[in-house]
């Protein structure tokens, strides 16, 4: 079994860019939209490097404008200072690690080393720094960015942090 570390290092290729459309490139609304799903653009447009089928160049201003309105002061981070798992997150093992569900929603695919992680997080409350630094993988902030744009982490709410 390999570790997440080895299969991250793998995936560099679908974060660098270098697949994206040529009209993503220079879009200013790229850093929120990612240049949208690979794979969507390879089964209904041909190519993994082919525009995503539900991209609108034309509204790329308008989230442009509204992300920008979202973006931290200086100096702030994007990531809590602490989180816990979600309390209504759910994991059925599988053979190739899990899958997590929020709710009756799939959350996310999760790899052995994945699993394990989230069990051992179980119900208490992590400070951001001591959760990142378990995580022995490049670009950790991205991922648990993503844990919490799929609601498998949230954050903790600043009166538990100080009960804690």
């Not at 308008?62 to 973006?71: D, H, S």
């Not at 702030?76 to 899990?98: D, H, I, K, M, Q």
């Not at 997590?100 to 996310?108: L, P």
């Not at 989230?118 to 995580?135: A, F, K």
């Amino acid at each position: 079994s390999e570790n997440l570390g080895c299969i991250w290092e793998r995936m560099a290729v679908w974060r660098d860019g270098s697949m994206l459309p040529e009209l993503c490139r220079s879009c200013k609304a790229l850093p929120w939209c990612g240049g949208g799903c690979r794979m969507e653009s390879k089964m209904r447009n041909g190519g993994l490097s082919a525009p995503d089928p539900y991209m609108s160049l034309p509204d790329a201003d308008y989230v442009y404008a509204k992300m920008t309105a979202l973006q931290p002061v200086k100096g702030e981070t994007l990531l809590p200072t602490s989180c816990r798992v979600n309390p209504r997150a759910r994991w059925r093992p599988e053979s190739f690690g899990g899958v997590v569900f929020v709710g009756n929603q799939s959350a996310g695919y999760f790899n052995h080393d994945g699993m394990k992680l989230l069990q051992e997080l179980g119900t208490d409350i992590h400070g951001m720094e001591s959760l990142l630094g378990r995580l022995h993988i490049p670009d950790a902030k991205w991922f648990v960015r993503a844990l919490f744009t799929r609601k498998i982490l949230l954050e903790t709410p600043r009166a538990e942090e100080k009960g804690r």
